[in-house]
C-alpha cells in the first residue's frame, strides 16, 4: 500500500516525460489519450487510497523515499493522512475534468504538447507538496509548483504582458518562498528535524520559546504562495495564462497550498496567539480589499481572479480564529465552485473567440443554455445560497469566528460584509455575461463542445452536493480530519438557537448582494429613483485600480531596485571589477617597458649594474659572516 | 715595529681593484677601459701572491701565470676587435655601440 | 722600518700610477700610468720573494702588452678629447651611489677590524723564495694541464687577432 504513494506522486511526472519525449510524433489525439488515462490512473489510484484510509480510521501511512542526510537526519519521506488525502483525491479529480477540458480548449494550438507537460509536472509537484512527510519535502514541491506555475502563466510567451505576469508571480511567491526557507532553518535548528511527528510531538511536550517567529517565517510563506496582501497582485496578471490553467492553479490548488501548510502546523500554529493575529487580520484586510476591487472590474476572468483572493482571505480568517476545519472545507468546495467558474468562463471566450470585456457580452443564456445554468450554479455557490456547497463551508467559518467572542465580533461583522460584497460582484458578473440585454452581436456564437460541457456538468453537480460533507447535522469532513488534528485546539461551532440566527443572517446577505446586484444593472434602480451615490465614479475608478494598490507598489519596490540595479552595474561591475581587471594588465604591460629600459645595450652601464650588485653581495657577506659556512 | 703583514698587501690589492673598477665606469674610451681591466686583473695577481706567501705554498705564484698568460691573450684579441671597430666609426667611444638596446 | 719603506713606496707608485690611468685626458698618459703602476707592482713582488714572477711580469706585461697597447692607441689616434658630460641618463647617479657603497663597505671593513684582517689561517712561519726551479717543479708536474690548455689559448687567440685584424680588401688587390 506504501508503494503505491509512490506510483501516485510520479505518475504524473513520467506522464509530461512521455509527452514530451513523443510530442512530435504523435497528433493531438493519442496525447490526448495519453494523458486524461494517466489522469484517470492517479484518480482511480487516489481513491483507492482514501478508501484505504477511511477503513483504516485515518491512521496514517508513512513512507520513507530513502536518506538524504545521515546526521541530523533528514529523510525524503511522504505521509498519507486524511489532510493529504483530501487534497490528494482533490488534486487528482480536478486534474482530470480540467484536462478534459483542455482538449479542447487548448486545442488547434501550436504549443499542444507543451502545455500538458507542464500541466502533468503540476499536477505532480502539487502532489509532492501534499504528500509530504516533512517540511523539507514540502518545500520541494512548494518551490516546483511555483515554478510550475510560472511556467503556466507564460505560457504564451511571445506576449509580452504574459512574460511580465510570470516574472511578477513567481517574483512574488519567492519571497514568500524566504520566509518559508527561514522558517524551514529555524525549525531544523529549534528541534533538530524536518519530520512532522517529531516536530509536533517536541511542540506539544516543551515549552514554546521562540515558536512565534518560526510560525511568523511560515505564515510569510503562506502569504505569497495563497495571494493574500500584501503579496497579491500577481493573481490577477496570472490570468495571462491559458483558462483551463487558471482553474487548477489559481482557484483549486496552488493558491491553497498555504492554507494546506498553515494547517498542516496547526499543532505550533495554536499556541501563537500572535501568528493567529496575524492570519486572521490578514485574511480579513484581503478579503475586502480584494471583494472591493472585484465590483467594477471589466474583465470575466479578472473578476474571478479578485474573487478567488477574496476566498482565500475567508479561509485564512477561518484559520485565524481557529477553525481549521471549516478552513479545509472551504478549500474542497471552493476548489469546486471556482473552478465551475473558471472553466465556464473559458467556454465563453472560447465561443466569443477571445472576447474578455463583459461589457461586450450579454443575454447569453440564450445562446449558451448549459453554460449559462452551470455558471449560475457556481453562483449560486459562491454566494452561500443553501442548500449548495458554498453555503455549509461559508457559514460554518462565520459561525466559528463568531463563536471566540470578543474582539471576533467584529472580525464576524466584517466578514459578512465580504460575504455581501462576494454576492454582488458575483451577481453582477453572471447578470451582465448571460442575462441583460445590451445591443452587442452575438449571433454568431453557440453552445460549447461537448469536450467542455462536461466537466462543467461533472463541476456543477458536485457544487450542489460537495457540501453535505461537512454540515452541522453530519460531521464527515471534520471525522476526516480527526487524526490529523487531534492534538490541536479547534474552535468549534456554535450550539442551538445562535447558530440558526447566524445561518439566516449569513443567508440574508447573500441573498441581499444578489438582489443589489440585479437592482443596479438590470432594473438600473438608480436611474430609476434618481437617486444620486456620491463618488460613483471614484468608487468606480479606486475598485477597477485595486485601491491603486498595484502603482503604490511599482513605485516603491520596481523603481528603487532598477535604479539600485543599474547603479551596480555601471559603478561596481563597470568601474571596479573591470578596472581591476585592466588596471592588472596594463600595470603588466608599463612595468615591463620600464623594466625593458634597462638594456641600454651599453657596456658601461652594465659595468655599473655588475658592479653595484657584487658590492651588495659583499655586504651582505659582511653582514652575515656565518651564511659564508 | 709594526710589522708589514699580511692584512696591508690585502688592502693595497684592494683600492688596486676599487681604482680599476671606478675607471671602467667613468671613462668611454675603449682603450682605457681595456687599461682599467689590466688594473683590475694585476690586482688579483697581488692577492694570489700574498697567499702564496701567507700559506707558505708555491701554487699562488703559478696561478699567477695562468693570469698572466690569459690576460696576455685577452689583450689580444680584445685590442683586435677595437682595431676593426675603429675601421668602422671613426671614434673609440663605446658610447656609440647601441646596437643590443632592448 | 726598512720593510716599511720598502713597502710604501712602491705602494704609493702604485696608487699614483693606477689613478693617473684612470684620470688622464690623453691616452698615452693613460699608457705611461700603467707602465709606472706595473712596474711598481713588480718591486712589491719582489719585496713578496717571488722573484721569478716579478721578473715574468716585466717582460710580459710591461714589455709586451702595453708595447702593444702604444701600438694600437699610435695607430687608432685619438684626436678628439673626449667629452667630459656623461651622455647616458642616469649613469651618474648610478655611478656615484656605487662609489659610495664601494668606499663605505672598503672603510668598514678596514675600521671594524682595526686594520687588522681577520683571516681564518695564520701566516707560517717560513717564507719560500720563489725560485724558477721551484716554480718549475711544480708548474710541470702537478699544473701540466693546465699549462698545456694555456698554450692552446694562446695559439687561438693569436689566430683570432690575425682573423679579426685581416682586411681581405686590400689583400685582394694586391
Known amino acids: 500500500?506504501?508503494?503505491?504513494?509512490?506510483?501516485?506522486?510520479?505518475?504524473?511526472?513520467?506522464?509530461?516525460?512521455?509527452?514530451?519525449?513523443?510530442?512530435?510524433?504523435?497528433?493531438?489525439?493519442?496525447?490526448?489519450?495519453?494523458?486524461?488515462?494517466?489522469?484517470?490512473?492517479?484518480?482511480?489510484?487516489?481513491?483507492?487510497?482514501?478508501?484505504?484510509?477511511?477503513?483504516?480510521?485515518?491512521?496514517?501511512?508513512?513512507?520513507?523515499?530513502?536518506?538524504?542526510?545521515?546526521?541530523?537526519?533528514?529523510?525524503?519521506?511522504?505521509?498519507?493522512?486524511?489532510?493529504?488525502?483530501?487534497?490528494?483525491?482533490?488534486?487528482?479529480?480536478?486534474?482530470?475534468?480540467?484536462?478534459?477540458?483542455?482538449?479542447?480548449?487548448?486545442?488547434?494550438?501550436?504549443?499542444?504538447?507543451?502545455?500538458?507537460?507542464?500541466?502533468?509536472?503540476?499536477?505532480?509537484?502539487?502532489?509532492?507538496?501534499?504528500?509530504?512527510?516533512?517540511?523539507?519535502?514540502?518545500?520541494?514541491?512548494?518551490?516546483?509548483?511555483?515554478?510550475?506555475?510560472?511556467?503556466?502563466?507564460?505560457?504564451?510567451?511571445?506576449?509580452?504582458?504574459?512574460?511580465?505576469?510570470?516574472?511578477?508571480?513567481?517574483?512574488?511567491?519567492?519571497?514568500?518562498?524566504?520566509?518559508?526557507?527561514?522558517?524551514?532553518?529555524?525549525?531544523?535548528?529549534?528541534?533538530?528535524?524536518?519530520?512532522?511527528?517529531?516536530?509536533?510531538?517536541?511542540?506539544?511536550?516543551?515549552?514554546?520559546?521562540?515558536?512565534?517567529?518560526?510560525?511568523?517565517?511560515?505564515?510569510?510563506?503562506?502569504?505569497?504562495?495563497?495571494?493574500?496582501?500584501?503579496?497579491?497582485?500577481?493573481?490577477?496578471?496570472?490570468?495571462?495564462?491559458?483558462?483551463?490553467?487558471?482553474?487548477?492553479?489559481?482557484?483549486?490548488?496552488?493558491?491553497?497550498?498555504?492554507?494546506?501548510?498553515?494547517?498542516?502546523?496547526?499543532?505550533?500554529?495554536?499556541?501563537?496567539?500572535?501568528?493567529?493575529?496575524?492570519?486572521?487580520?490578514?485574511?480579513?484586510?484581503?478579503?475586502?480589499?480584494?471583494?472591493?476591487?472585484?465590483?467594477?472590474?471589466?474583465?470575466?476572468?479578472?473578476?474571478?481572479?479578485?474573487?478567488?483572493?477574496?476566498?482565500?482571505?475567508?479561509?485564512?480568517?477561518?484559520?485565524?480564529?481557529?477553525?481549521?476545519?471549516?478552513?479545509?472545507?472551504?478549500?474542497?468546495?471552493?476548489?469546486?465552485?471556482?473552478?465551475?467558474?473558471?472553466?465556464?468562463?473559458?467556454?465563453?471566450?472560447?465561443?466569443?473567440?477571445?472576447?474578455?470585456?463583459?461589457?461586450?457580452?450579454?443575454?447569453?443564456?440564450?445562446?449558451?443554455?448549459?453554460?449559462?445554468?452551470?455558471?449560475?450554479?457556481?453562483?449560486?455557490?459562491?454566494?452561500?445560497?443553501?442548500?449548495?456547497?458554498?453555503?455549509?463551508?461559508?457559514?460554518?467559518?462565520?459561525?466559528?469566528?463568531?463563536?471566540?467572542?470578543?474582539?471576533?465580533?467584529?472580525?464576524?461583522?466584517?466578514?459578512?460584509?465580504?460575504?455581501?460584497?462576494?454576492?454582488?460582484?458575483?451577481?453582477?458578473?453572471?447578470?451582465?455575461i448571460f442575462h441583460k440585454e445590451t445591443g452587442n452581436d452575438i449571433s454568431s456564437v453557440h453552445e460549447a463542445p461537448k469536450a467542455m460541457i462536461r466537466p462543467l456538468i461533472i463541476l456543477g453537480i458536485f457544487s450542489v452536493f460537495i457540501g453535505f460533507i461537512n454540515t452541522p447535522f453530519f460531521h464527515g469532513l471534520e471525522k476526516v480530519l480527526e487524526e490529523t488534528l487531534q492534538y490541536v485546539d479547534i474552535t468549534h461551532l456554535p450550539e442551538g438557537i445562535t447558530l440558526i440566527v447566524l445561518a439566516l443572517v449569513s443567508i440574508g446577505a447573500g441573498f441581499s448582494g444578489l438582489l443589489l446586484a440585479y437592482l443596479i444593472y438590470i432594473v438600473d434602480i438608480f436611474s430609476y429613483f434618481k437617486i444620486k451615490i456620491p463618488f460613483k465614479e471614484e468608487i468606480k475608478e479606486l475598485s477597477s485600480n485595486t485601491l491603486y494598490l498595484n502603482k503604490l507598489g511599482e513605485i516603491i519596490f520596481v523603481k528603487s531596485m532598477k535604479s539600485f540595479s543599474r547603479k551596480t552595474a555601471v559603478i561596481i561591475d563597470g568601474l571596479m571589477i573591470d578596472g581591476v581587471v585592466n588596471n592588472i594588465s596594463s600595470l603588466f604591460y608599463n612595468s615591463s617597458q620600464k623594466i625593458s629600459r634597462s638594456q641600454t645595450g651599453l657596456v658601461r652601464s652594465y659595468v655599473v649594474y655588475f658592479g653595484l650588485f657584487m658590492l651588495l653581495l659583499i655586504g651582505l657577506f659582511i653582514a652575515t659572516p656565518w651564511m659564508l659556512n | 715595529m709594526i710589522e708589514v703583514s699580511t692584512d696591508w698587501y690585502l688592502t693595497l690589492a684592494a683600492v688596486l681593484f676599487s681604482i680599476g673598477f671606478i675607471g671602467m665606469m667613468i671613462r668611454k674610451n675603449a682603450l682605457i677601459m681595456f687599461m682599467c681591466i689590466e688594473l683590475m686583473l694585476n690586482s688579483v695577481n697581488l692577492t694570489f701572491i700574498t697567499a702564496s706567501k701567507h700559506f707558505g705554498t708555491i701554487e699562488g705564484q703559478i696561478s699567477v701565470f695562468f693570469v698572466l698568460v690569459v690576460a696576455a691573450a685577452e689583450v689580444v684579441v680584445g685590442l683586435a676587435i677595437i682595431v676593426s671597430i675603429f675601421k668602422k666609426q671613426s671614434s673609440a667611444s663605446v658610447d656609440l655601440l647601441r646596437t643590443s638596446r632592448g | 722600518m726598512l720593510e716599511i719603506f720598502l713597502f710604501a713606496v712602491p705602494a704609493g707608485l702604485v696608487i699614483l700610477g693606477a689613478l693617473i690611468v684612470i684620470f688622464a685626458k690623453n691616452p698615452v698618459h693613460n699608457s705611461m700610468g700603467l707602465v709606472l703602476t706595473l712596474s711598481s707592482l713588480a718591486i712589491i713582488y719582489i719585496t713578496l720573494n717571488a722573484t721569478f714572477v716579478a721578473m715574468v711580469q716585466m717582460l710580459v706585461y710591461a714589455g709586451a702588452v702595453m708595447t702593444l697597447f702604444l701600438f694600437v692607441i699610435m695607430m687608432i689616434g685619438v684626436d678628439k678629447p673626449e667629452q667630459s658630460k656623461e651622455e647616458i641618463k642616469g649613469q651618474t647617479l648610478l655611478v656615484s651611489g656605487t662609489l659610495l657603497i664601494l668606499i663605505g663597505i672598503i672603510s668598514y671593513v678596514i675600521i671594524s677590524s682595526g686594520f687588522k684582517w681577520d683571516l681564518y689561517f695564520s701566516p707560517v712561519e717560513y717564507s719560500l723564495e720563489g725560485t724558477p726551479d721551484l716554480i718549475a717543479s711544480t708548474l710541470f708536474t702537478e699544473w701540466i694541464l693546465p699549462f698545456e690548455i694555456i698554450s692552446i689559448l694562446l695559439i687561438v687567440a693569436t689566430t683570432a687577432a690575425i682573423a679579426l685584424a685581416y682586411d681581405t680588401k686590400t689583400r685582394k688587390h694586391k
Open chain 1, 1 to 432: 500500500m506504501e508503494n503505491l504513494i509512490f506510483v501516485v506522486i510520479f505518475l504524473p511526472l513520467l506522464t509530461a516525460i512521455g509527452i514530451q519525449i513523443i510530442s512530435k510524433l504523435v497528433n493531438e489525439l493519442l496525447l490526448n489519450f495519453l494523458t486524461i488515462n494517466s489522469a484517470l490512473l492517479s484518480f482511480t489510484l487516489a481513491s483507492g487510497m482514501f478508501a484505504f484510509l477511511l477503513m483504516n480510521k485515518f491512521e496514517p501511512i508513512h513512507l520513507e523515499f530513502f536518506t538524504w542526510i545521515p546526521n541530523p537526519e533528514i529523510l525524503f519521506e511522504f505521509t498519507l493522512d486524511g489532510l493529504s488525502g483530501i487534497m490528494m483525491i482533490l488534486v487528482t479529480g480536478l486534474s482530470v475534468v480540467i484536462q478534459i477540458f483542455s482538449t479542447s480548449y487548448m486545442s488547434k494550438d501550436e504549443n499542444y504538447s507543451r502545455y500538458f507537460v507542464y500541466f502533468n509536472v503540476f499536477v505532480f509537484s502539487m502532489l509532492l507538496l501534499v504528500m509530504s512527510g516533512n517540511f523539507l519535502v514540502m518545500f520541494f514541491g512548494w518551490e516546483l509548483v511555483g515554478l510550475s506555475s510560472y511556467l503556466l502563466i507564460s505560457f504564451w510567451s511571445k506576449k509580452q504582458s504574459a512574460a511580465r505576469a510570470g516574472n511578477k508571480a513567481f517574483i512574488l511567491n519567492r519571497i514568500g518562498d524566504f520566509g518559508f526557507l527561514v522558517g524551514l532553518m529555524l525549525t531544523l535548528n529549534t528541534f533538530g528535524t524536518f519530520n512532522y511527528e517529531k516536530v509536533f510531538s517536541a511542540v506539544l511536550s516543551e515549552n514554546h520559546d521562540g515558536l512565534s517567529i518560526i510560525v511568523i517565517c511560515f505564515i510569510i510563506g503562506a502569504f505569497g504562495k495563497s495571494a493574500q496582501f500584501p503579496l497579491f497582485s500577481w493573481l490577477p496578471d496570472a490570468m495571462e495564462g491559458p483558462t483551463p490553467a487558471s482553474a487548477l492553479i489559481h482557484a483549486a490548488t496552488m493558491v491553497t497550498a498555504g492554507v494546506f501548510m498553515l494547517v498542516r502546523i496547526s499543532p505550533m500554529l495554536q499556541f501563537s496567539e500572535i501568528g493567529k493575529l496575524i492570519i486572521i487580520s490578514t485574511g480579513l484586510l484581503t478579503a475586502l480589499i480584494a471583494a472591493f476591487s472585484a465590483i467594477n472590474q471589466d474583465d470575466i476572468k479578472k473578476v474571478l481572479a479578485y474573487s478567488t483572493i477574496s476566498q482565500l482571505g475567508f479561509m485564512f480568517i477561518a484559520i485565524g480564529s481557529g477553525a481549521y476545519v471549516a478552513a479545509i472545507f472551504h478549500l474542497v468546495t471552493h476548489a469546486f465552485f471556482k473552478a465551475l467558474l473558471f472553466l465556464g468562463a473559458g467556454a465563453v471566450i472560447h465561443e466569443m473567440h477571445h472576447e474578455q470585456n463583459i461589457h461586450k457580452m450579454g443575454n447569453l443564456k440564450t445562446k449558451m443554455p448549459i453554460t449559462a445554468a452551470m455558471m449560475g450554479i457556481g453562483t449560486l455557490a459562491i454566494s452561500g445560497i443553501p442548500p449548495l456547497a458554498g453555503f455549509w463551508s461559508k457559514d460554518e467559518i462565520l459561525a466559528s469566528t463568531f463563536s471566540n467572542g470578543g474582539i471576533y465580533y467584529g472580525y464576524w461583522a466584517l466578514s459578512l460584509l465580504a460575504a455581501f460584497m462576494t454576492a454582488f460582484y458575483m451577481g453582477r458578473h453572471w447578470l451582465l
